[in-house]
């Protein structure tokens, strides 16, 4: 399932994820039908290769989108896939590399559109904290470094601000 997994299925049978199983056979035949290679005749072999690659993909979706169960674990996979999916991150910025905003208690970068990318140090503490418990959990000790998705306060670009994970701690206080 796995080279199914990186194709939409559903898409293959001209179908959505919400068709009922019936559904998803009258598509299924409807194609079959279509890209059958018996019914292919005297066609040129680069048509008839082409159709017969289709058939099989379409005989694949739906192997795996008949069955109840295994319906049921692609569309988990997919789903997982979806929640996976990060941000788009433009690029890396290091927190060493941020000016440090006294009056704003944030690190700063200034981002191609003359906006910012603001990040506080709350939020630094908080995912390195956060970051140290999962550590200890699994109890690795790996030098690891940790970061944030920071969006533009100006565009839609992000960065991933990130930082080593043991890092020392700076003396920055806010007034």
């Known amino acids: 399932m796995c080279d199914a997994a990186e194709k939409d299925l559903y898409a293959v ?54 069955d109840q169960n295994t319906r049921r674990q692609y569309d988990l996979q997919c789903r997982a896939r979806e929640l996976k999916q990060d941000w788009p991150v433009d690029s890396t910025v290091y927190l060493e590399d941020m000016t440090w905003d006294q009056d704003e208690c944030v690190y700063t ?36 470094h940790r970061g944030v998705v920071v969006c533009c306060d100006t565009c839609s670009l992000s960065v991933y601000v990130t930082w080593p994970l043991h890092r020392k701690a700076q003396m920055l206080k806010c007034q």
């Open 13 to 66: 049978l001209g179908a959505s994820s919400s068709d009922s199983v019936q559904q998803l056979k009258h598509r299924y035949q409807q194609l079959a039908l279509q890209y059958h290679p018996d019914r292919l005749g005297g066609e040129s072999s680069s048509e008839t290769e082409s159709a017969v690659k289709k058939f099989l993909e379409i005989d694949a979706a739906w192997r795996i989108l008949s």
């Open 109 to 144: 970068h200034s981002c191609r559109c003359g906006g910012g990318f603001n990040v506080s140090e709350e939020e630094v503490e908080e995912e390195t904290q956060r970051r140290q418990q999962d550590d200890e959990e699994e109890e690795t000790e790996e030098e690891e």
